[in-house]
């Protein structure tokens, strides 16, 4: 009986899978026909850098595993990547730092997340272009004359939505950033938000919040795709447009606007001192031994149990290491409010109310700790009965 009912679920995913593998073949070409023809060939570029075919392959690989697809959408995802410098992207910058751009842009060794977004076909992006004053404004207007509804728009930064959003006021003409995001949103295929400024409102919106800025999705009523984070992972924007290309419109979102593939487990979920946490070994403060041994860090205020994001997985820096790998406890940058809900950021949060709602790690680690201390207790216990056994026997004989 469970053999019959494990071929039957075996029998729907692959129907499922096949039926997703057709979509996507039919989306893909339709992008092929309807996107503007590359600039360089993708395979000519990797080749320039030094990258190889079997390179490339491997980190389709990882890539489709990264977007939780199985192996058959190696292939898919190659084609999508070949195609991404033709998608047209309009970059819009609002109340921010830049420092999204350039967690983008800069790398020490590129590889293949990074080659991608070195030709990514940037129609307008502020921080980039040559062009200034009227001669940047041209550009947009021309960005969306040429590809309406077939750009993405990328927002970085927050909006300023108090006194008619003149907080904010961008371009020659004087126009609002609110104006600005409205008109551009309203003809892209898809927004995208790079980062808490743009996806929650984050540092500018943190209280008392005298601009009243907020995040794209609520300045503008729309539906988002939030790359969260201060700032995001590169791989899960390379991600996000491969899904587009792969198969369309959004991916799959949580609550919060967030790719279910990238944001759907917490950091504790996956973090590399997690057995340090769960054997109540914590690092009381900065430099003691706990943390030369690489212990947890929820007592110097790590956020990782209340924050959802993949960062111990894809890690930065070309994959090199991690805030909490590095030393320092997350600090829930991908969660909304998170300078007023996290904050004291290296203090632990005492309350439970926040993100998953679970109990304080506190109460949680004390009650391993105490069961724990049982367990050795009951196993001294036990261990000191059979020796005492053995012993009563060896006496015996
Ligand atoms: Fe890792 Fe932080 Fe969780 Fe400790 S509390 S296991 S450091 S995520």
Same mark, same amino acid.
């Given at each position: ?32 026909? @309807? ?16 990258? =190889? ?31 991404? =410098? ?15 751009? @350039? ?42 004359? #040429? ?17 008619? %959003? ?12 609110? @104006? ?46 939030? /790359? ?19 198969? %369309?419109?959004?991916?799959? &979102? $949580? ?33 003691? #031994? ?6 947890? &860090? ?19 820096? #070309? ?31 005492? $309350?439970?109310? /926040? ?20 367990? /050795? ?21």
């Amino acid at each position: 009986m469970a053999h019959q009912k494990s071929a039957h679920y075996d029998r729907v995913v692959r129907k499922q899978y096949r039926e997703w593998l057709d979509r996507c073949s039919v989306h893909l070409d339709r992008m092929d026909s @309807e996107l503007p023809p590359p600039v360089e060939d993708f395979r000519d570029v990797l080749k320039e850098r030094g990258v =190889s075919r079997r390179s490339f392959l491997k980190w389709t690989s990882i890539m489709t595993g990264t977007l939780m697809l199985p192996p058959v959408f190696k292939p898919m995802v190659a084609r999508a990547a070949e195609q991404f =410098s033709r998608v047209p992207v309009v970059w819009l910058h609002m109340a921010e730092c830049t420092g999204c751009s @350039e967690a983008l842009l800069r790398t020490s060794y590129p590889n293949i997340d990074d080659i991608l977004l070195d030709t990514i076909s940037l129609e307008y992006h502020e921080t980039l272009m040559a062009a200034s004053g009227y001669q940047a404004e041209q550009c947009l207007e021309k960005a969306l004359h #040429d590809f309406p509804g077939k750009f993405v728009c990328v927002v970085e930064g927050a909006i300023p939505l108090a006194m008619g %959003g003149r907080y904010l006021t961008l371009g020659p003409k004087g126009k609002t950033g609110l @104006e600005v995001a409205r008109e551009v949103t309203s003809k892209a295929a898809m927004t995208i938000c790079i980062g808490s400024c743009s996806a929650f409102g984050n540092v500018q919106a943190a209280k008392p919040n005298p601009t009243d800025a907020a995040g794209v999705g609520r300045a503008l009523g729309l539906q988002t795709v939030n /790359i969260a984070g201060c700032p995001p992972n590169p791989i899960n924007f390379v991600g996000t447009i491969l899904h587009y290309l792969m198969f %369309g419109g959004l991916p799959a &979102l $949580d609550g919060l606007g967030r790719p279910v593939w990238a944001y759907g487990k917490r950091i504790h979920d996956y973090c590399e001192r997690r057995p340090h946490y769960d054997a109540g070994e914590f690092v009381e403060e900065w430099g003691d #031994d706990g943390a030369g041994k690489g212990w947890c &860090l929820y007592k110097v205020g790590c956020k990782g149990p209340y924050t959802f994001a993949n960062c111990g997985r894809v890690r930065f820096n #070309d994959g090199i290491s991690w805030p909490i790998m590095a030393g320092h406890g997350c600090i829930g940058c991908t969660e909304p409010n998170f300078w007023d809900t996290m904050a004291p950021l290296e203090k632990p949060i005492q $309350d439970a109310a /926040i993100g998953g709602g679970e109990a304080t790690v506190d109460r949680i680690a004390m009650g391993l700790t105490v069961a724990t201390v049982a367990g /050795i207790a009951a196993h001294a216990g036990a261990t000191a009965w059979v020796h005492r056994n053995d012993n009563d026997t060896a006496n015996k004989e």
